[in-house]
């Protein structure tokens, strides 16, 4: 089955991390389009601005922590019983910082790969079903492509959300699921602390308006900002000595 016939118009969208940046942008721009949508995160305080938002009666909050199984799986039944199951499923929601160079710390990574591993596969448990159309949107990193210093839990979360989604594409490409892939490079959010401004870096909005773009046009895997993408992806083809020359913390 191609992945543009599974997708209808105007899909009810589950958008987790949906209380600020990429995530609050792709809520926005949902509800401006039409669609339903469940906004998602921990911060019901945020998640409550987007009552103001155009397209608003289609909107729902719901507060749930994506690292805890639990919460997922009391929220998907709640939405189950109340006849609101989602057709798209955004799985925006991500936790990072910069490591000092002494720290290592399997119970911080752990930490990580709750929220950005095992948060996007909770929801896919939940809700992949044999003949159910249904997409599953994972929002990935252009790190999941490279290791940058100081960022070896992120990083490796993000590729092995990577690596994950790519299997599950496959072994569900005949049967009316859809695993997307996002790979951001810089976007201005929270998250993006970044010790001096960095070019080329892109506004949440246009992130947000690319990936749905993406999403509705049928592209299996959406990846920007430029020239991020392409240094991204150069990196891995440099050989290790260069690579660890150019990218080692100075
Ligand atoms: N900004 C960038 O440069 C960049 C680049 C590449 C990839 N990304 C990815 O883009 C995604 C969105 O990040 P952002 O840049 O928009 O950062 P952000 O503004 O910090 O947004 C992160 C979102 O994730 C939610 N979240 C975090 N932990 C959660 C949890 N345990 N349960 C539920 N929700 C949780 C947050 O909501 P609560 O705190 O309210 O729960 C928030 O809504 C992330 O996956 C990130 O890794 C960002």
Known sequence: MSSQTTLSPLPRTLVVGASSGIGRCLARQLLAR????????????????????????????????TSSSEEVNALSN??????????????????????????????????????????????????LEPQVPRSFVAVSSLMAFFSSAGASAYGASKAALSSAFESLALSHATQGQRFVLVHPGPVDTAMLKSPRPLPFTWSPERAAERILDGIFAGRPQIDFCWPYTWVAKG?????????RALLARK
Do not use: T
Not at 38 to 60: N, T
Not at 235 to 243: G, I, Q, V
């Open 34 to 65: 039409g669609c339903e949508v469940i906004a998602v995160a921990r911060r019901g305080a945020l998640l409550e601005d987007l009552r103001g938002s155009a397209g608003a009666a289609r909107l729902h909050l719901r507060v749930c922590d």
């Open 78 to 127: 709640e939405l189950r019983a109340r006849g609101l199951p989602p057709e798209l499923l955004i799985l925006n929601a991500g936790i990072g910082r910069l490591e000092e160079c002494s720290e290592i710390s399997v119970r911080g990574h752990r930490a990580v790969f709750e929220v950005n591993y095992f948060g996007p596969l909770r929801w896919v448990e939940s809700w």
């Open 235 to 243: 990196f891995r083809l440099l050989p290790a000595r260069a690579r």
